[in-house]
């Protein structure tokens, strides 16, 4: 018993000097080359802690964010990280079922996965891309010894009675409920992205105050940062040059406030501004059809742009534009401000009175706020930044200013390397 507890002191002092002897594990259904937000921005981040850890693993699916691929490699190593990736799953059902049939079958891989290597000594961070991710942590460590994290991208059940897709007294969206405390209280840590988030995550299960941390997103201004239009193979290509441009570039879903936009679009219309939509989304088709109808000329409809070309399409404008549906406010973050702080343009964001955008726009002097619903004065406001575009070089300069001070992914990493050493300790 004596040499057993000495032992078991010895290991843990070990373990409390250097992350070194521990694997990180980072599993998320989407990862580069997918156009995923998360699945890039966690490419960054594995690339970040690598030095840090024994070594970087990514658990992820073939890319089926915004296109589909099954022919990558299932086992490689890409810069010292090893990356396996599941085989995607497809079905014939329509986008919703479709999508929630490929999270479940990622979800019990993940599991097969983690109970396959769970005599590893390993830290593993769980998203919720899909969105009942963490649970396969919880439900693991109930049969191994592991220690997980939970970083919440999105909040469900909650997003889903919001968009009325389950009801909350359903007894589906109880049990989910249940599970997410479950998870969250075994859970080493909690990563949310906001404050709003996080006051609504305490809300739901008080008992984790003390292991839930924001710890926001990024963008890396050495790769996305603001050329001439002139310079911009992007720009010249799609006659944007000469014109400004307001852009919005990423998901348009269910949970962004794409009406707002579109009815100040409409009062623009026998103006010379350009508005310039990059991505796809539920909403996508509905905004061309909208735009259409309306007899819109000043509207440009592209696909998602590789991660190579996002410096060149995100400075081929000179507006970017955030939005968040009202509802969704503290449930979901736009990723998209923090590339958009990068590239060194003004921003304009369509949010609640109570977001945490707000703060940000008011510390980073990058632009204005605009509640949901408030198309005049979006439009006014794009309007007046069109008829004096030095001030819109100068709220673009200052948004990069303050994400080089506060959002580049040395910072965020430097936030998420001190919360791991804190809990191998």
Known sequence: MAYLKQFLTKKTSVLSRSTKVTRLTVINQFFLPDYAPTGQLLEELANQLKGNFSGVEVFTTQPSYAFKQDDLPRWEYQKDIHIRRSKSASSGYGRIRSKTVS?????????????????????????????????????????????????????????????????????????????????????????????????????????????????????????????????????????????????????????????????????????SIQFVFVGGGDKRSYMQTISQELGLTNCLFLPYQPKENLTFSLTACDVSIVSIDERMEGLVVPSKLYSALAAGSAIAAICPAHSYLNDIFAEAKCGSTFVNGNSEGLAAYLYQLSQNPQLAVELGQSGRAYCIEHYTIEKVAQSYLELFKSLLR
């Not at 996305?224 to 040059?241: R, Y």
């Open 103 to 271: 999270g479940v079958i990622f979800f019990l891989r993940t599991i097969l996965h983690l109970l396959r290597y769970s005599s590893r000594r390993q830290l593993v961070l769980l998203t919720t891309a899909p969105p009942f991710l963490p649970l396969a942590g919880y439900l693991v460590s109930l049969l191994c010894n592991i220690t997980y994290v939970c970083l919440l991208y999105d909040l469900y059940p909650e997003i889903a009675i919001e968009l009325k897709v389950v009801k909350k007294d359903y007894w589906l969206t109880k049990l989910w409920n249940h599970l997410n405390h479950l998870t969250w209280k075994k859970s080493a840590a909690v990563i949310i992205l906001s404050s709003t988030m996080r006051a609504k995550v305490l809300k739901e299960c008080p008992e984790i105050t003390s292991k839930v941390f924001v710890i926001p997103s990024w963008a890396d201004p050495t790769e996305i940062k603001p050329m001439p239009k002139q310079d911009n193979w992007f720009a010249q290509k799609h006659d944007l040059v000469d014109r400004f441009a307001v852009m919005y570039s990423g998901n348009m879903g269910r949970c962004h406030d794409m009406e707002t936009l579109l009815q100040a679009m409409a009062i623009l219309r026998d103006t």
